[in-house]
Nanobody, 122 residues
């Protein structure tokens, strides 16, 4: 599967962005999907994940209540709605697909998008 992330940009603190990740290739609905982010000089970290049906979602504690992951299997797209953004949310955000179930760990994901930059100004 090929993944294409979009929707990043520059936003002021307290603002919102909606990231999208469009998938092509093999059956999108058979994959669990995740979002990760990587800030300069830091390791890639888990943001959120969603089961293949969309019935289960998972978040890093610091993002619960601010970020919402969702998917539309008819459109082969997964989304990340980010509200109340903070400067520390600045990072490159990556979407990823896993064949074997949702996971908090990057090494369990089989396919990755190219990343989209999110910059939050104070």
């Amino acid at each position: 599967v090929q993944l294409q992330a979009s929707g990043g940009g520059l936003v002021q603190a307290g603002g919102s962005l909606r990231l999208s990740c469009a998938a092509s290739g093999r059956t999108f609905s058979s994959y669990c999907m995740g979002w990760f982010r990587q800030a300069p000089g830091k390791e890639r970290e888990f943001v959120a994940a969603i089961s293949w049906s969309g019935g289960r979602t998972y978040y890093t504690d610091s993002m619960k209540g601010r970020f919402t992951i969702s998917r539309d299997n008819a459109k082969n797209t997964v989304y990340l709605q980010m509200n109340s953004l903070k400067p520390e949310d600045t990072a490159v955000y990556y979407c990823a697909a896993a064949e074997d179930g949702t996971s908090y760990h990057a090494y369990n994901y089989d396919y990755w998008g190219q990343g989209t930059q999110v910059t939050v100004s104070s």
